[in-house]
């Protein structure tokens, strides 16, 4: 059997191992505070730490004690009650206080209890364990950072393809004026002396004439020595890369309140459209959530009552692609956002009304979407709609669909997201 020791120096987390086994230790009341903070939280603050709270009863350490065997007494200060020999019944026992803390509340932090703060990344790891994601998209749903190429500017070296010529010509113009500017000047000023002294009649071999003409061959030599670009011209594009997209997104979150979705549908729905969430986040900078609810009728409402609120009554799924539609044209119609759905539901829908939604995505809202996930929250057999779904799926590529029982069958929906496209 093979021992493997790691014995690299930790630098500032020197308790790093402690701390690991400590969260092994104590991982189902550390993934019940995760759970709660799920349900607590807004879709777009998923990515925090959180504090975890730890009844003192479950970090207690077990102790070796010596126990008081014999017979003996005690004589205990200040008693004024009892004397030697009296006889008293035995205290019922749970009849103790309840310490600094409230009984009788589970969730009253008491002042004995351990509070401890999980990072981020411990955080995000606890969250994505119970949808079974693999460890490569953990890793780049949780740190990835996409990077795009950016111009910064101009360097003096380069590769040959990175030549910026206007800006290598207009420093090589330069160079030539600076460099060539004086002996221009002397050069006019003694071509107009010749001049002046030609129009006087003065004959070409005199003394005067012969050396302003020696002096302006040497300056037209000079001048026509300097070239006409220099190594020292040449400049070169210089790109970066940023964290920084060139495009925004908006993602819009559809899901069925009526009496048929119960709680623990609708938190199954909240890690969906949170896995959505950290997927675009990867991509754009700037995503803007829209919260669409429908029963017979839909609306659109912000995060709190999305999630918390409860209707009875019947379902009409095409209410809410009608009003999707209209916010997509009145908000969001440019070329500058990428739209994002995601539509969670039971898969309860009146028959008639199946049909038209089919009818809505196919005509109105596929043509306009990136990408549109659909999951159907039953164990239950498929339903009309997830039948007229079906059809939808066949003609666009962009739309995927998925039954989801537990929160482990999240993932294949975004298997074809995370899958990389044939070029």
Not at 350 to 373: G, H
Request: proline content about 4%; charged content about 25%.
């Amino acid at each position: 059997m093979t021992y493997l020791i790691d014995r690299r120096l930790q630098g500032k987390n020197k308790s790093a191992v402690n701390r690991e086994r400590f969260l092994r230790r104590y991982k189902a009341q550390i993934k019940d505070a995760v759970g709660r903070a799920i349900k607590g939280r807004s879709i777009t603050d998923i990515e925090n730490g959180e504090k975890v709270t730890i009844p003192v009863k479950d970090v207690s350490e077990p102790h070796f004690g010596h126990a008081h065997g014999g017979v003996w007494e005690t004589v205990n200060p200040g008693n004024t009650e009892y004397q030697k020999g009296d006889q008293f019944n035995r205290p019922r026992s749970g009849g103790g206080g309840a310490g600094r803390g409230r009984a009788g509340n589970s969730d009253q932090t008491n002042d004995d209890d351990f509070i401890f703060e999980l990072s981020r990344e411990e955080f995000m790891n606890y969250f994505f364990e119970d949808l079974e994601l693999p460890n490569m998209v953990k890793t780049q749903l949780a740190q990835t950072i996409e990077f795009k190429s950016q111009r910064a500017g101009y360097n003096v070296s380069g590769t040959p393809s990175n030549i910026h010529v206007l800006r290598s010509l207009r420093g090589a113009l330069g160079r030539r004026i600076a460099v060539g500017g004086p002996a221009r000047r002397q050069l006019k000023e003694a071509e107009e002396e010749l001049q002046l002294l030609l129009d006087a009649g003065a004959p070409v071999d005199d003394e005067m004439v012969v050396e302003l003409k020696e002096r302006i061959h040497h300056l037209h030599i000079r001048l026509n020595a300097i070239p006409f670009i220099d190594p020292f011209d040449l400049r070169y594009s210089n790109r970066i890369k940023v964290p920084k997209p060139s495009t925004q997104a908006v993602m819009f979150c559809i899901m069925d309140v009526s009496g048929s979705m119960d709680e623990t549908r609708k938190d199954t729905a909240k890690r969906f459209f949170i896995l959505l969430y950290l997927f675009l986040k990867r991509v754009y900078e700037k995503i803007e959530v829209v919260f669409i609810r429908h029963h017979t009728a839909a609306a659109e409402v912000d995060e709190n009552e999305f999630f918390h609120s409860r209707e009875s009554g019947g379902t009409v799924v095409s209410s809410a692609l009608h009003l999707l539609q209209k916010v997509i044209a009145e908000r969001y119609g440019s070329s500058d956002w990428n739209a994002y759905v995601a539509q969670a539901s039971d898969g309860d829908n009146w028959d008639n009304d199946s049909v038209l939604c089919k009818q809505i995505l196919n005509n109105a809202i596929m043509p306009r979407v990136q990408y549109y996930t659909y999951v159907e929250i039953t164990d239950g057999p498929p339903q009309n709609l997830w039948e007229q779904y079906c059809e939808v799926a066949d003609h666009h590529k962009n739309f995927a669909m998925q039954k989801i029982v537990t929160p482990a069958d999240i993932y294949p929906v975004f298997r074809e997201l995370f899958k990389k496209q044939p070029k």
